[in-house]
């Protein structure tokens, strides 16, 4: 599975952005794609993730009523789209493919085993 991420870019706070991954490959194994981010000298952090079958969505605490994880089948590409940012919302954003099929682990960075090249969001105050 190959992912491609995009949309990235600087914004001031309040803006908003949306990310898109396209994936390509083995798609049909899909579980679920997620979005995780990074900011300069912190761990990797759970952001969303959506179940490809059905469409079930879940969010981290701080981005929830913000963000919203979306996908369209038919491009195999999933979207985030980014309202009232935050300077913390500051970060290197990666999409990521998981077909370990477990829901208890959907938000857990080992259950994704396909990661695209990661986008910068930058927010300033």
């Known amino acids: 599975v190959q992912l491609q991420a995009s949309g990235g870019g600087l914004v001031q706070a309040g803006g908003s952005l949306r990310l898109s991954c396209a994936a390509s490959?083995?798609?049909?194994?899909?579980?679920?794609m997620g979005w995780f981010r990074q900011a300069p000298g912190k761990e990797r952090e759970f952001v969303a993730a959506?179940?490809?079958?059905?469409?079930?969505?879940y969010y981290a605490d701080s981005v929830k009523g913000r963000f919203t994880v979306s996908r369209d089948n038919a491009k195999t590409t999933v979207y985030l789209q980014m309202n009232s940012l935050k300077p913390e919302d500051t970060a290197v954003y990666y999409c990521?493919?998981?077909?370990?099929?477990?829901?208890?682990?959907?938000?857990?960075?080992?259950?994704?085993?396909?990661w695209g090249q990661g986008t910068l969001v930058t927010v300033s105050s």
């Open positions: 990521a493919h998981n077909m370990r099929g477990i829901l208890s682990t959907i938000m857990t960075f080992s259950s994704y085993g396909y």
């Open positions: 490959g083995r798609t049909f194994s899909t579980y679920a």
């Open positions: 959506i179940k490809w079958s059905g469409g079930s969505t």
